[in-house]
Structures are given as C-alpha cells and as structure tokens.
C-alpha cells in the first residue's frame, strides 16, 4: 500500500472519527439529562447497565462506580450515556443488561468523557428485570470459572480469570500495581493477543483433525464468538476482538501490507459504531499496540534473527514493538517510563499461553465437570505464579519506572527523544558517541549508588510513608518487622514502602479510624507479609475487619499500653465507649474517633493523632506528652487547635499529605501555626516518604527524594 494512499485512509478516519464524536457531542450535551445536570436536581431515572460494576476508593466509603444508560427520566424519555456513583453494596451484584429504577443527583461530568452526566446515586437500585440470555450465560461461565479457580493460592485466583476473561473482581490492587509498574497490565484485560492465542490453538487442532482451510475458519469463528460471549460483549471486548483478528491475519499469512489497511478500516469501522472510542486512551492503546506489531515487528524481527535464535527474536520484536509504539500515550497518562517493561513482557512471555488456553479449557470445562476444572486449571495456576513473580521482581527494581513529563507535552518529548534515537542509531559515529555518553551515565548512576546513603537510613525509627493523600506510617521494632499504623488509599503504595524498607512482619496493625484514606491498603500490607493482629477504633463499624478477615482484630482505648520489643505504644484516645460508627456519620464524626497513640523506644517519641479535629484536640490537650516527632492531625487541615500543637513540643512535625490534592491540604493557617512553634515541618508530598532516624545527638527527618 503506498503511503499516499495509507495517509488518505488515516484522513478518513480522522474525519469519520470526528464526525462521530461531534453528532454524539451533541446528543448527550443537550436534553433533559444534561438539563437536570446542569442545574444539579435530584430525580428518579430508569436506566439500563451496560459495564461491570467496580468497587474503588471514596472520601469515607467504598465507592461503586459503573456505567449506564439513562433511558427515562420525568417526563421524557431518553438514550443517554452515564456513570453512576453508588455506595449500597447491592450495586456490585448488577450485571450488564440489567435495567433499573434509581433516585440520585445529577451533576455535569468533567474529563473527555461523552457522558450527559454523573449520577450521585442514594440507596440500593430497583431492579425492574433480570439481564440478557447472552449476560446470563457470560455470567455464569464467569462464575464458574471463579468456582474452578478458588483453591489457588489467593494471587493464582485473583490474576487468571483476569487473564481468561477479564475478570479482575478478586485481584489485589498491590498486585495490580506491580503488573502495572512492571508493564504487564495488559495481561490482566481482554486483549487481542488473548483472541490471538485461542485462535491459534482452535486452528492448530484443525489442522491435527485434518479439517481443511475450508472447513477450519467457521470452527475459529466459533470459538471466537463464544470467547466474546465469556468475556461479555463489551466495546473493550469487540475492540480486542477486532485487533486480535488483524493481528492473526497478518501472522499467519505473513504479508502485513493487508494488515495495516485492515487496521484503518477497523478503526474506522469501530469509531462510527460507537464515537466515544474516539475519546478513549485504552482504544488509542489497542490500535497502537496493533500498529507496532504490523509497522516495527517483523524488520525488527530480521535484524535480531541475525544474532539470536529464532524464538527469542520473535518475542523481543514483539514486546519492544508493542511497548514503543504505545510509550507516548502511556507517558502522557502516567508521567513515567516502564523501563524494565520489554524484559518483564520478554520473561512473562512463555507462560501467558500456558496459562490462557488451560484457563479457557478449565472454564469450558467447569460447566460440565467443576472437579475436572480445578484438576486443569492447575497447572496454569503455575504458569501464573511464574507471571506473578515477574511482575513483582520487575516492580520491585530500582528505576524500574522512570519519572517523566506527563500530559501532551510528555509525550512529544518523547517523540523527541525516540526521533533523536533513530538518527543516532542510522550513523556510525554518533553511535559512538551516544555509547560513551550512556557509559559515562552508568557509571556515575553506580558510582551514586555505591556512595550514596542507602534507604531506610540507619537508625531509622519511624517513616512517613508517600501514599497520595492519606496516612501510612511504619514504626520498627527490629529488623524485617514493624508496626504500621494506617495503610492509605491504595494497596501499591504501602506496600512498596514497606518493601523498600524490607518489612516482612507486622506484629500489629493500627487502623486509627474507617475512612478510606487510612484503611484501603490493608491488602498492601498483607502482600507477602505476616500481619498477627489488627487494633482498631473502639466505636469501629466492622469495616477494618472485613478488609483484612481472617486476622484477630482488638479495639482500642485511651490507657490502654502495648509493649511490641522495646517500642511501647499508649493509646491516649478514643476515651469513651460511643455507638459504633456508620455511613450515616459525617466526615468529623469519624475523624473525631481516630485512635490517638504515643511511640516510645529508647530516644524515640512520636505522637500519632490520626484526623482528630479541633474540638477533640482540645480535649486531650493536657494528655499529650512532650516528644520529638508530632504527625500532624488530619494532614495538616485548618481543623487544629493551637494548645494541642504546642503541648507536644515536637522538634518535627510531619504531615502526610497529597500532592495537588482537592481538599486544600496542609491548610497555609496550619503551616503557619507549625512555623510559629518552632517544629521543622516535613511533607510527604514534597519530599516522598520521610524517615525519622536517631542519631548521636537526637534525631534527624531524612527525605527519601
């Protein structure tokens, strides 16, 4: 295909996909639900589900988000795209098709999204009929693959449905941070190379039936449209579908000239079908991912032939393609470059097809025979294991992630820098010059490394953890163990810092109080780690308890004392027995039952005081004990009260805050008062996690960054 012609394509495109999201602009910018967004009215909507519900961190709560179609709302009907915002857990039991009745609050949607609006939903839904034949049996094959899957180990469970049929309801979000930090997230969503891999093995038993090229392409139809069904005809799915078949079409008959137009014309295909692929990052993936294969594999698969064996050129070209072609957008939505990515994709290679294919056996043969399904998903639970563990030593390197510009601007600096590559790499002596250059880098990032003071630095005593906006503080009782007081909103981020700082036990974990910002990285903790014992909130609501079953869990009140080696934890709050917290209680409620604790070890005192506001803090102000380190209440909100501050004559003062966060915290009121008392003042969002470390002379705050 000439490349005046393969621009005219791209032209097309480009036009039909603008076209399309202009006339679906349109319609879901204008109407009655726009009108009851605007004006932010509450109103009772008939709607239709269209994606899997998903349970996130909220402020306070867990958060079920899922998408819909609004099709009635007072007085009118519609056909409309929403997202729904639910707290009722009975959202989570919904399933694609599904129409319901439901009474919530209107707001206009932020982002690129073509959505008429978002829908702040109160209560559980009113289901007004059971979901469609294909829904039903798409859930129940889902549902039997769960069942098969459920005595692997509890990584091996979470990870294969994923991987089969993209079902990530019992994934680990710490782990579903080293996927993403290693570069394998596309292992764990209905890709084309899932399609690819069963395509590939339906026709590969084809051919050992001896059926003919006639007779084999109807039996892979087949086996495609019963995937599609498994993993719920969604437009990801459908996309993926499409990618995996060009991609298929291209290997097998090794002229990818066709596939490139063939490409195009799914695009183009896809994005009049349903406009707002146009808007969105996952489809731009898929079609560049499929574009790297098709456009830089196969030359790059020839000049590595020359040099290695066959097989491993093939999976290098393959992995390096797809991750460059890709890298652009990535960097503009994360801000950083997987550098262990190729390698991690290059080991994990050799078991996604092990593990895809006895996925999708066992959850055919689950509908049948469930004992016969837990024999064959076995063995791919090793081959998952062996994913699993890539993905966590990838993540677990140093740079393995490097930081970059995010947004548009970071991705044409990467452009930037891959042009200037290619230049360099076309001329022998610039070729030279750019090896001595990364040597002379090497050797000074080792040379860095040797010198450099290591992390944890030694003596260290307590660390602030960065965990985005929330708390996560780790204090040690010894080598390898520690006690950690709340978890942040996000498994990843405690539990890289704690592996950073090589925990591998946690005689108690202290949950001050159940909102989400302190107690949604339990799990985290938990990964890879012996947790004995949870301490909570005495007025807790249970909710600590059910992100972490299974462990022993305490509550907390003020005189209590734990003695964990030579570190003495005296609770100093809640003081009294109040009613058990729940979903009704505002923010200050649960903030105000935050267990309040004092850390002593030889030369080491700190005072943790969860998000107590200003009324509580006056309370305890004349039992709080002088000591070194004071972790500033409610990261560092305008909510304080000047005596309780001044009463702990701390030396430092930490605040674990946020960057750029929606609340307005550290408050400047706050830093000012901090400033006044004399405290030097330390923030996680400006200097990442921050270790207190003893020292000849006392104690000394060691930035991590």
Same mark, same amino acid.
């Given at each position: ?55 996130? !961190? ?102 294969? !449905? ?72 969604? !437009? ?470």
């Amino acid at each position: 295909m000439s490349r005046r012609r393969l621009a005219g394509v791209v032209l097309v495109c480009a036009a039909a996909s603008s076209m399309g999201v202009a006339l679906r602009a349109t319609a879901v910018g204008t109407g009655p639900v726009r009108d009851l967004a605007g004006h932010g009215r509450s109103a009772t909507a008939e709607a239709v589900v269209t994606g899997d519900p998903r349970a996130k !961190p909220g402020d306070g709560r867990r958060m079920i988000i899922l998408r819909a179609r609004v099709e009635q709302v007072p007085r009118a009907e519609v056909r409309v795209p929403v997202l729904l915002i639910a707290s009722d857990r009975r959202w989570l039991g919904l399933v694609p098709s599904q129409r319901v009745r439901l009474h919530g609050t209107f707001v206009t949607p932020r982002g690129a999204d073509l959505l008429a609006a978002v829908v702040i939903v109160r209560g559980p839904p009113a289901v007004l009929g059971p979901p469609s034949t294909i829904q039903r049996a798409a859930e129940h094959v889902r549902a039997r693959l769960r069942a098969a899957v459920a005595r692997l180990p509890p990584d091996q469970r979470g990870v294969l !449905p994923g991987m089969v049929v993209g079902d990530t309801s019992r994934l680990d979000p710490a782990l579903a941070g080293d996927f993403r930090a290693a570069g394998l997230t596309h292992l764990l969503v209905v890709s084309g190379a899932n399609l690819a891999i069963v395509i590939g093995a339906v026709l590969g038993l084809c051919r050992l039936l001896g059926l003919g090229r006639r007779r084999a392409p109807p039996v892979a139809v087949l086996a495609v449209l019963a995937f599609v069904v498994v993993a719920r005809p969604e !437009p990801s799915v459908l996309r993926a579908t499409v990618m995996g078949l060009i991609g298929l079409l291209a290997l097998v008959t090794g002229r990818q000239r066709q596939g490139l137009p063939a490409l195009a014309a799914a695009v183009l295909l896809l994005v009049l079908i349903d406009p707002e692929l146009a808007r969105s990052y996952g489809f731009a993936l898929s079609v560049l991912a499929t574009a790297g294969l098709l456009v830089l594999a196969p030359p790059w698969r020839e000049r590595l032939a020359r040099r290695l064996p066959g097989p491993l050129a093939d999976a290098l070209a393959v992995a390096a393609a797809a991750q460059v072609a890709v890298a652009p957008v990535l960097v503009m939505l994360s801000g950083e470059i997987g550098v262990v990515a190729v390698f991690a994709n290059l080991l994990a290679a050799p078991a996604v097809a092990p593990a895809t294919l006895l996925g999708a056996l066992g959850a055919v043969t689950a509908l049948l025979s469930l004992p016969l399904a837990q024999v064959i998903v076995w063995p791919a639970g090793l081959a998952v294991g062996w994913i699993i563990r890539v993905a966590r030593t990838a993540a677990a390197l140093p740079y393995a992630t490097i930081p970059w510009t995010s947004g548009g601007l970071g991705a044409m600096t990467i452009l930037l820098a891959a042009g200037i590559a290619v230049l360099v790499l076309r001329s022998r002596r610039l070729r030279l010059l750019m090896a001595a250059a990364l040597s002379g880098v090497l050797i000074a990032v080792i040379a860095m490394r040797v010198t450099a003071p290591g992390w944890p630095p030694p003596g260290w005593q307590m660390v602030a953890c960065d965990v985005g906006q929330g708390d996560g503080l780790v204090l040690s009782t010894g080598p390898g163990q520690a006690v950690v007081v709340d978890t942040g909103p996000d498994p990843a981020l405690i539990d890289r810092c704690l592996r950073r700082l090589h925990v591998k036990d946690v005689p108690l974990l202290i949950l001050t109080h159940p909102h989400a910002d302190h107690i949604n990285g339990t799990s985290g903790v938990r990964n890879g780690r012996n947790v004995h014992e949870i301490l909570t909130t005495s007025r807790t609501s249970g909710r600590e308890a059910r992100l972490a079953p299974g462990l022993p869990t305490r509550r907390a009140q003020a005189g209590q004392q734990w003695r964990i080696g030579d570190l003495t934890l005296s609770i100093l709050a809640p003081r009294a027995t109040g009613p058990a917290l729940s979903f009704e209680d505002d923010g200050s409620t649960i903030n105000n039952a935050s267990v309040v604790l004092v850390a002593r070890r030889p030369g080491f005192s700190a005072l943790l005081a969860g998000d107590i506001e200003e009324d509580v803090q006056r309370a305890l102000e004349t039992a709080v004990p002088p000591v070194q380190v004071l972790k500033v209440p409610h990261h560092g909100s305008r909510s304080q009260a000047p005596g309780f501050l001044a009463a702990a004559h701390a030396s430092v003062s930490l605040i674990s805050v946020g960057e750029d966060n929606d609340y307005g915290h550290p408050s400047p009121a706050t830093l000012r008062l901090l400033q006044r008392l004399g405290t030097q003042i330390h923030r996680t969002d400006q200097e990442g996690d921050v270790a207190i470390a003893r020292t000849r002379t006392g104690i000394a705050a060691v930035p991590r960054h």
